[in-house]
């Protein structure tokens, strides 16, 4: 039997997990869980600054080339 972790492992599509991380990060029933989901979420955000930055800077040194 899956136990609620395993369900995490079971889903194939990101956006499932996704939600399931949302799901795990708001409950109390597993310590382990609940972090993982929040570790994620926090490796989601991560990506997402670095992209940012990356993009910036990139258009910023493109713009700068082109003087």
Same mark, same amino acid.
């Given at each position: 039997?899956?136990?609620? *972790?395993?369900?995490?492992?079971?889903?194939?599509?990101?956006?499932?997990?996704?939600?399931?991380? %949302?799901?795990?990060? &708001?409950?109390?029933?597993?310590?382990? *869980?609940?972090?993982?989901?929040?570790?994620?979420?926090?490796?989601?955000?991560?990506?997402?600054? %670095?992209?940012?930055? &990356?993009?910036?800077?990139?258009?910023?040194?493109?713009?700068?080339?082109?003087?």
């Amino acid at each position: 039997p899956l136990g609620v *972790c395993g369900v995490w492992h079971s889903v194939q599509h990101s956006a499932g997990r996704r939600i399931l991380a %949302i799901i795990f990060s &708001l409950s109390d029933d597993n310590l382990n *869980c609940r972090n993982f989901a929040r570790a994620y979420w926090c490796g989601m955000l991560l990506v997402f600054v %670095i992209a940012v930055v &990356l993009t910036v800077a990139g258009i910023s040194l493109t713009s700068a080339a082109n003087r």
